[in-house]
């Protein structure tokens, strides 16, 4: 609708066969909406049709806010701010090995998620004992 007004120059009253506050009325929106929506399109026409709705001229100002032009450097973790980024299910057999999953330091690993840091580990009943055999044998990475 707001297209249509601003391609054809239609100021409040113009619109054929309604007025415009019917057709607003009608599409359920209000003054301020289409204000907003023209100053959005940023265009010469749709700022002149948000001065006429408001009517006062609206002074364009420049950005506030400074591009970034180098990305965000990652900031490197130390400690209990370290993250699980990858969590495997240890096997019963691996390397030749045979290994006891009734142990208790495995029912501790099943509560390890990826996303979590070494504290949350820590607060859900893991001990530090468990995280590094677990990031030796290769069930946890973190980083």
Known sequence: MLRYFVERGLVPGDAPGHSFYDVLRRARLMQAD???????INSTSSLAL?????????????????????????????????????????????????????????????RAQTGMTVSTLLA???RRRDIRIAVKRGYLRIA
């Open 50 to 110: 948000a001065e006429k709705l408001v009517g006062k001229r609206i002074h364009v100002c420049p950005p506030m806010l400074i591009r970034w032009t180098s990305p965000v450097k990652a900031t490197r973790r130390s400690g209990d701010d370290r993250v699980v980024t990858h969590v495997r299910k240890p096997r019963s057999t691996e390397k030749g090995r045979t290994r006891l999953l009734s142990a208790s330091m495995y029912d501790r690993m099943a």
């Open 34 to 40: 289409v204000v907003l929506c023209a100053l959005r």
């Open 124 to 126: 859900r009943g893991l």
